[in-house]
């Protein structure tokens, strides 16, 4: 699924082709995309505005129109604009804009969303689902530390619930713990001032990485020319079990924490050391075994 770096990608390469540009033409075939609203009024509704910006809000593309209203697109898991639709499979909707060219909308598994909003409407819709944006200045350690405060839900857990943060999702929160060096059961509220400075430069640099590299492409994801992100190739825990820590060597494992894969460093991320987990007699020791090879 798109994250934060994925959807900023998108919006830096598809607002050039938008922001400007009126709205000559809206088609929009599937009923899933605009539900519960009918596909045929939005795509009436759409036809005639003028695009002012392209923003990204979390993993939204915020779409600004003059008018002040504003469409908001979720790209879910396979949601991707394309800058030359015609001929590709599985498009879901065109705009055709006054200069003559095409942004299509392509998502083979039919989980992206399009909600027109009008003016207004915007600002409380996403502050009721959004936390802070984790790019922005004014997001610091201490301000993360207030989200976290008192939560005792695995810090994984924590991460990808979007009303702590905009915009992680599963492979940028294991990225992030990888580097601030914390075990994804940490619970969330047990960070100090230290561990919360390094979790918080962890998530920019996760972030700052992926957008860099124009996001990771595992499946479906795309840029609206085509082409990839290379940032699968930058992955210091998702996805790679068995394969030895690029810190200190030891072999990556994976679990599972709030019904997601998710990876870690035994050694570097060491498992929160509780009393109820020493009484347990099948649990690793808080001690890593493989300690000594740092
Ligand atoms: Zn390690």
């Given at each position: ?32 995309l ?55 499979t ?7 804009l006054?200069d003559?060219?095409?942004v ?63 915009g ?6 294991d990225?992030?713990l ?59 825990a ?12 030891t072999?990556l494992e ?23 987990s ?9 001690v890593?075994?493989n300690?000594?090879?740092s």
């Amino acid at each position: 699924m798109p994250e934060l770096p994925e959807v900023e990608s998108v919006r830096r390469a598809i607002a050039p082709a938008l922001e400007g540009r009126t709205l000559a033409a809206v088609r929009i075939d599937d009923v899933r995309l605009t539900r519960p609203e009918d596909p045929l009024l939005v795509a009436a509704e759409l036809t005639g505005e003028r695009v002012e910006h392209v923003d990204r809000r979390g993993k939204y593309l915020v779409v600004r129109f003059a008018s002040g209203r504003a469409l908001l697109i979720h790209l879910r898991m396979t949601g991707s604009l394309l800058r030359e639709p015609s001929g590709q499979t599985h498009v879901r909707a065109v705009l055709s804009l006054d200069d003559g060219s095409e942004v299509g909308y392509r998502d083979v598994r039919r989980f992206g969303t399009w909600l027109l909003l009008e003016p207004g409407e915007l600002e409380p819709y996403l502050g009721a689902r959004l936390g802070e944006e984790p790019l922005v200045a004014a997001f610091t350690a201490k301000g993360l530390g207030q989200r976290l405060h008192g939560r005792r839900a695995p810090l994984k857990s924590a991460l990808l619930d979007q009303r702590t943060l905009a915009g992680l999702g599963n492979i940028y929160v294991d990225e992030a713990l990888w580097h601030a060096k914390l075990h994804p059961l940490r619970p969330a509220g047990s960070l100090d001032r230290n561990e919360l400075r390094r979790l918080h430069n962890a998530i920019r640099k996760a972030l700052e990485l992926g957008i860099a590299r124009q996001g990771s492409t595992l499946s479906d994801y795309r840029l609206p020319d085509g082409s990839s992100g290379s940032m699968q190739r930058e992955f210091r825990a998702y996805g790679r079990t068995g394969e030895p820590c690029n810190r200190c060597g030891t072999t990556l494992e994976k679990i599972r924490v709030a019904g997601r894969g998710t990876w870690f460093c035994p050694h570097c991320q060491p498992e929160p050391f509780t009393p109820s987990s020493a009484s347990r007699p099948v649990r690793r020791s808080a001690v890593p075994v493989n300690a000594s090879r740092s």
